[in-house]
């Protein structure tokens, strides 16, 4: 199997990134000093917590991408997702001492280097995993995906918990979708299934879409259309991103959606996970 093409078409994220960071700004700028301290789905980081995560994914973006700076890395027999969080963790600790004002002054400094970095960056070259799409090296246009959908789900736990909804941009949702589903592959990988067996998923209203999978070889990729063999159909876009990311867990998912077909396999489907964790 071409181990590319398990990735599925390739896709610019950078023009909703910047955009989407323009909604995040506003957003955290506009908080009142309160809803700095409530507690977020990211628990236990308080919104505090989460914003100064994304100052340290910037941070940590601009020294390993732009700068070629990767002075830590996981400690002898550590998994990844351990590590991740760890790391992570060490660094929203560290910022507790950080001003809500000078959290702010910093995204302010650190938003427009990132926007820079990959308005400049060569997205068909090759680079580390991402992990939750699959163990091979990636392509960086996947990458810089990945992170778009990052900064966007911490934006939805900062909404979330201050009780200010997202407008839902369609263009960004469906974008947020089309990404976490290159998961897909990876996620079926081991249920095997005659060749040109097809599962389809479908995400009706705003942002929605339908993403096709078919059985070739000894893995899945992704395909143009397909009389599904078996379909699953989402009510909404938020029941799926919710799933991806486990805000809420396969047996929440599978009362909001609609399986048509092999039961199996569409509950192996809704095992899905975009994230690493």
Same mark, same amino acid.
């Given at each position: 199997m071409d181990t590319l093409a398990r990735f599925g078409p390739k896709v610019d994220a950078r023009r909703l990134l910047e955009q989407d960071r323009a909604?995040?700004?506003?957003?955290?700028?506009?908080?009142?000093?309160?809803?700095?301290?409530?507690?977020t789905?990211?628990?236990?980081?308080?919104? %505090?917590?989460?914003?100064?995560?994304?100052?340290?994914?910037?941070?940590?973006?601009?020294? %390993?991408? %732009?700068?070629?700076?990767?002075?830590?890395?996981p400690k002898q027999d550590e998994p990844l997702?351990?590590?991740?969080?760890?790391?992570?963790?060490?660094?929203?600790?560290?910022? %507790?001492?950080?001003s809500p004002p000078l959290l702010?002054?910093?995204?302010?400094?650190?938003?427009?280097?990132?926007?820079?970095l990959w308005r400049d960056i060569d997205l068909d070259a090759i680079t580390d995993p991402v992990t939750w799409a699959g163990s091979q090296r990636a392509p960086r246009w996947l990458d810089c995906a990945r992170d778009f959908t990052e900064y966007w789900?911490?934006?939805?736990?900062?909404r979330d918990a201050t009780g200010r909804p997202d407008d839902g941009d369609p263009a960004v949702v469906h974008l947020v979708?089309?990404?976490?589903?290159?998961?897909?592959?990876?996620?079926?990988?081991?249920?095997?299934?005659?060749?040109?067996?097809?599962?389809t998923v479908v995400v009706?209203?705003?942002?929605?879409?339908?993403?096709?999978?078919?059985?070739?070889?000894?893995?899945?990729?992704?395909?143009?259309?397909?009389d599904g063999s078996t379909r699953l159909t989402f009510g909404d876009a938020e029941a799926l991103w919710r799933l991806c990311t486990r805000l809420i867990e396969p047996a929440e998912a599978r009362r909001r959606v609609t399986v048509v077909g092999d039961r199996a396999l569409a509950d192996a489907a809704l095992r899905i996970v975009s994230i690493i964790r």
């Open positions: 909604t995040l700004l506003r957003l955290v700028q506009g908080l009142a000093p309160d809803e700095w301290e409530r507690p789905a990211a628990a236990p980081w308080l919104v %505090r917590d989460v914003v100064a995560h994304l100052l340290g994914d910037d941070l940590s973006r601009l020294a %390993r991408t %732009r700068d070629g700076h990767s002075p830590v890395g997702a351990a590590f991740i969080h760890r790391f992570n963790d060490e660094w929203v600790q560290a910022a %507790r001492r950080v702010l002054d910093l995204l302010d400094l650190t938003s427009p280097q990132v926007l820079a789900v911490h934006q939805q736990q900062i979708l089309d990404t976490f589903l290159r998961a897909m592959p990876q996620t079926l990988a081991g249920h095997d299934r005659p060749q040109g067996t097809t599962l009706t209203g705003a942002g929605g879409g339908q993403w096709c999978w078919q059985r070739q070889g000894a893995g899945w990729l992704p395909v143009e259309d397909a």
